[in-house]
């Protein structure tokens, strides 16, 4: 007991007298006035909700009293109630009182759920003792289950009441009964008593108070209430939970506080808030160990930046790398606070723990592993960023980080050919050019793989199940910038491997054959060159780019892969053009000799350039103006004006050509002239044959049909053309009954060329490309001519002033008329 009251004493309570209710009308005559038990009360209770009351001088009544302040009793022994114990969890009230006067005090049992005759059914009476010696009872208590009840005697013993076998054990027992909310009484004289709460788990003394002669104290409706001699009632109202909380805090009581919090059962944040100012407390003091140890129970809380700025100071490093640690073992930590983190390590130059932090498992990992990777590189700790870099698979720092600061390419080389072919292709992309510089023939060992069937190092060595993947060999070509010569044994490993390797491949290896073989001194290694160039030009790889090939070999000025690309090209005048320049002649008759049937205006050219030349080639416009005459490509008055620009050519030199042509154009006046002399006959006789048939009889004499070549009978068909059938014969083979069966065939030829001679009149473009592509142009004239292409036709709008309408019409018609006639 001595131990108790040296506790520490807070008021947290609140006392006030319990005062009668208003009437219903919110008025009353007692309203506001102390409330007053009935005198003679000696014991109570409580519990389900109300005080339960006994009393002596009433004479064996149990009251009543619920939460409205409205008393209600009964009678429950003839002469006085001595205990009372009503049931938390069940309406059963016990009670022990006497009847009569001498004999043992009787035990009775309530159900106050049940009526009998208004008042609560007692379900069971029974003596405290057996037998009749009269006993003072001293307390009464029932077990919640219904199956115990147990009552003590003044001289010590204990009566146990067994429900299941209705029995009774006597028990001797010296007890010391304390109550948690009733400590007892410090009688500084007889009327004063002081009520002492304590809080038990928290050990404290929560409420202490002197009051008079106090009869009991009862716990119900979350109060307590202190019942007085004098029949009063005072309430003891727990103050809340932040009320306090916040008494303690005004006595920098944290920790009394935080146990205080944790019996009440304050959620999480409320306690966060707590732990909050104790660490605030504890900072002010300058306790800054004791303060973040308080800072790191608010983490999941409090806004880290909050504890964060007050230990930036130097002195207060390692409190900070605490509370970060923890930070992140909670896995609450962003980027920042792992950069905040690793700087305190490498500030603190404690490697064991940055090794110790960076070398977790990885379902251990509680930051971000990136901006770990980035400020261990920063702080020059470039083995740890490496191996953290490696761990977690983040390759585009590992190989920055082993290329850019570390300098070992060839540790990154072999790191790029482990990896997956999509990542091992991004980073030889990237870092290719670098790895070329320094270590060229493994790059480009790599880049082969790479490119044909490329496997990560580990597969490699496998079952080769897996296909291999392979990489766009055009992609890479900028990785050689500086490198040629791995560049070209690149590109012949892709042409040899890969038949199907992109076009730009085949186009940087005729680039690159082309420059060696420009540069190139020696005429053995210039003479293959020029044949491995030639070579890839025939291969057929650059008949889509033929003219990037062709820019490619003018640049080098290599004239053999110029002349050949012409030539797949049919670029014929460039050829000859080209010879021409180099003023190669037998170079360009050959090239008439050549493709002179596929473009003939080549001859025309090469006579156009020889006759410009001063100088003596008259071997050569022979030949040229031979191969005109015979297939008789220019007129000769145009050759006649074109040789007229060379003053070295005479006329002896087209002598023969011109003589040869005159002969000819003679032998050729005579077979036209004998040909008009034959249409004309031909016509004359037709025009005769025409007028006959117009004025004179036609006698058929024809003997045999003409279809069956049988003798011919009536009877018979005959026409003006001289052919005669028998009628079954012509009525069998005849599609018309007014043509000629045997003439019919000739007769649709003629029609068909006449309307096929109508439908192209108005074919301009036609006539324009005949006439242009004929050898004899005057042909294609007189066959338009005989179409009608040059047939005039006259749109007459507005007759002209002075003529009637009536005399345009009849014009018009006459005019009609006659082109009709001749027409027919």
Not at 213 to 238: C, M, N, P
Not at 380 to 401: D, M, N, P, Q, T
Request: proline residues 3%; glycine residues 6%; hydrophobic residues 35%.
């Amino acid at each position: 007991m001595a131990a108790y009251l040296q506790w520490r004493r807070f008021v947290f309570f609140d006392r006030e007298l319990v005062k009668e209710p208003p009437g219903p009308d919110g008025g009353g005559a007692g309203a506001g006035k102390p409330f007053a038990l009935p005198p003679g009360i000696t014991v109570c209770d409580s519990g389900r909700g109300s005080l339960v009351f006994g009393d002596i001088l009433a004479r064996g009544q149990i009251w009543f009293l619920p939460r409205s302040l409205q008393f209600s009793s009964f009678q429950a022994y003839k002469l006085r109630v001595t205990h009372l114990y009503q049931l938390k969890q069940h309406s059963i009230l016990a009670s022990v009182g006497e009847d009569e006067e001498g004999i043992n005090p009787l035990v009775k049992v309530w159900n106050l759920e049940k009526r009998d005759g208004g008042n609560p059914l007692c379900t069971r009476i029974f003596p405290a003792i057996p037998g009749n010696k009269p006993t003072v009872v001293s307390c009464l208590t029932v077990h919640e289950n219904l199956n115990f009840m147990a009552i003590g005697f003044a001289d010590g013993s204990v009566n146990l009441i067994q429900k299941s076998r209705g029995t009774c054990v006597n028990l001797f027992l010296f007890l010391l009964v304390s109550r948690s909310e009733f400590a007892g009484s410090d009688a500084q004289n007889s009327d004063k008593q002081i009520l002492n709460v304590y809080d038990l788990c928290n050990k404290f003394i929560a409420y202490s108070s002197v009051f008079d002669d106090v009869v009991d104290v009862l716990a119900e409706w979350g109060s307590l209430y202190v019942l007085t001699r004098d029949g009063k009632i005072h309430a003891l109202q727990e103050k809340d939970t932040q009320t306090k909380l916040e008494m303690l805090f005004k006595k920098n009581l944290f920790e009394m506080a935080i146990n205080l919090a944790k019996s009440h059962h304050l959620d999480s944040d409320g306690l966060a808030e707590i732990f909050r100012q104790y660490g605030d407390h504890l900072y002010n003091k300058g306790n800054h160990d004791g303060a973040i140890q308080q800072y790191i129970r608010t983490i999941g809380k409090l806004e880290p930046s909050y504890v964060i700025r007050k230990f930036l100071d130097a002195q207060r490093i390692h409190n900070l790398t605490a509370y970060l640690q923890t930070l992140h073992l909670q896995s609450l930590a962003n980027a920042d606070h792992t950069t905040l983190l690793l700087n305190c390590y490498t500030k603190l130059k404690d490697s064991s723990k940055l090794e110790e932090f960076i070398k977790t498992s990885e379902s251990e990992v509680h930051f971000d592993v990136e901006t770990a990777i980035k400020v261990l590189r920063q702080a020059g700790y470039f083995s740890h960023a490496v191996y953290l870099a490696e761990k977690h698979a983040h390759h585009e720092w590992f190989l920055k980080i082993q290329l850019e600061d570390i300098k070992n390419y060839q540790e990154a080389l072999q790191y790029i050919g482990k990896l997956p072919f999509d990542q091992a292709e991004s980073n030889m992309k990237r870092y290719g050019k670098i790895l070329m510089h320094h270590v060229p023939n493994e790059t480009t060992e790599l880049l082969k793989i790479l490119c044909t069937d490329y496997r990560p190092t580990g597969d490699r060595e496998g079952s080769g199940m897996l296909e291999g993947k392979k990489a766009n060999s055009e992609e890479f070509i900028p990785v050689f910038a500086n490198n040629s010569r791995e560049l070209k044994a690149f590109l012949e490993h892709m042409t040899e491997v890969q038949s199907d390797s992109p076009q730009g491949v085949y186009d940087t290896l005729l680039e690159l054959r082309l420059q060696n073989w420009a540069h190139e001194q020696d005429l053995q290694v210039k003479e293959k060159l020029h044949s491995e160039a030639i070579t890839l030009l025939k291969s057929g790889r650059f008949r889509t780019v033929f003219h990037k090939a062709l820019v490619l070999c003018q640049m080098h000025n290599f004239k053999d892969g110029v002349l050949y690309l012409y030539e797949q090209g049919k670029l014929f005048q460039q050829i000859m053009h080209y010879h021409m320049q180099n003023e190669q002649y037998r170079k360009v008759i050959e090239v008439c000799e050549l493709y002179g049937d596929q473009e003939t205006c080549l001859w025309e050219q090469a006579l156009s350039y020889f006759a410009r030349k001063e100088e003596d080639c008259k071997e050569y416009i022979t030949a040229v103006l031979k191969h005109i005459e015979n297939k008789n490509l220019m007129p000769p008055l145009l050759v006649v004006q074109t040789l007229a620009h060379n003053s070295t050519a005479t006329l002896s030199v087209i002598k023969d050509y011109l003589v040869n042509k005159l002969q000819k154009q003679s032998r050729q006046i005579e077979q036209d002239e004998q040909r008009i002399q034959k249409y004309r006959e031909e016509t004359t006789r037709i025009r005769q044959e025409i007028e006959e048939l117009k004025n004179s009889p036609k006698i058929f004499q024809k003997t045999k049909c003409s279809i069956c070549t049988s003798a011919l009978e009536l009877p018979s068909v005959h026409f003006l053309c001289g052919h005669s059938f028998h009628q079954h014969c012509f009525e069998s083979y005849s599609e018309s009954d007014s043509e000629c069966p045997t003439c019919l065939p000739e007769n649709r030829k003629v029609t068909d060329m006449i309307r096929a001679q109508e439908q192209k009149r108005d074919l301009h473009d036609q006539f324009q490309h005949q006439l242009k592509c004929s050898n004899d142009g005057f042909s294609v004239v007189a066959d338009y001519f005989g179409r009608g292409v040059f047939n005039k036709l006259t749109l007459i709008t507005d007759p002209p002033p002075g003529k009637s309408a009536t005399t345009i019409d009849a014009g018009l018609q006459r005019e009609l008329l006659i082109h009709t006639k001749r027409s027919t």
